[in-house]
Structures are given as structure tokens and as C-alpha cells.
């Protein structure tokens, strides 16, 4: 099992800067793609940005220019610097990885969630 631990939510005034983080741990091999979700209450659970093994990226039009998903592979973490939030930012944010670990028949392919955390933007 592989699991998300991610920190770094909380309370920020529009036009303020948050920065996520989430590391991973467990017998992880490799990890193919790292991204984050969010979901604001009454809406469904979206795409905000990912990266690649390669370093390849994409995100939401709606976080282009404001948001940077980044990875530290040495240390399975991935991270989410938010720039210039508005309140429309306000959702809770999920982490999200996939990739291979070892298990006792070899190995196996793994999709894993984080619990969760709050980002509030409001003044």
C-alpha cells in the first residue's frame, strides 16, 4: 500500500499565495504521474494540475499562470505552489499518485489518494 500525506492548506486572503505538499510513502518503485484535485462542496471532484516521471505538466485552465505542480522525486513528494488565489480557489485539494510497488508476488501497479486538506480563500 502506498499512502498520501499532504499539509500545507489553510486560510488565505485573495490575491495571497498557499503552497500544498504531499509525499508518499511504501515499497514505491517508480512513481508515473503525481497531480492534484479539488473539490469544492456541491461540485465534482476536478483536475488542477499534474506532472509526469519525465517532468511533463499540465493544468486546468482555470490555474494557468497562477498554479505550479512540481516533484521532488528523490522524496516521492509532490507540491502546488498557488499564486494569486481567488475565492473560486476554495475547495478542499487532493493529492493523487500512481505508480508500481513491490508486493509479495513482485509487483503491482498502485493508485493512491491523500485525505484531503482545506484551502479557504477569503478576506
Known amino acids: 500500500q502506498v499512502q498520501l500525506v499532504e499539509s500545507g492548506g489553510g486560510l488565505v486572503q485573495p490575491g495571497g499565495s498557499l503552497r500544498l505538499s504531499c509525499a508518499a510513502s511504501?515499497?514505491?518503485?517508480?512513481?508515473?504521474?503525481m497531480g492534484w484535485y479539488r473539490q469544492a462542496p456541491g461540485n465534482q471532484r476536478e483536475l488542477v494540475a499534474r506532472?509526469?516521471?519525465?517532468?511533463?505538466?499540465n493544468y486546468a485552465e482555470f490555474v494557468k499562470g497562477r498554479f505550479t505542480i512540481s516533484r521532488d522525486n528523490a522524496k516521492n513528494t509532490v507540491y502546488l505552489q498557488m499564486n494569486s488565489m481567488k475565492p473560486e480557489d476554495t475547495a478542499v485539494y487532493y493529492c493523487?499518485?500512481?505508480?508500481?510497488?513491490?508486493?509479495?508476488?513482485?509487483?503491482?501497479?498502485?493508485?493512491?489518494w491523500g485525505q484531503g486538506t482545506q484551502v479557504t480563500v477569503s478576506s
Open positions: 493523487n499518485m500512481g505508480g508500481v510497488v513491490v508486493t509479495g508476488r513482485g509487483r503491482a501497479d498502485f493508485v493512491s
Open positions: 511504501g515499497s514505491i518503485i517508480s512513481i508515473y504521474v
Open positions: 506532472v509526469t516521471s519525465g517532468g511533463s505538466t
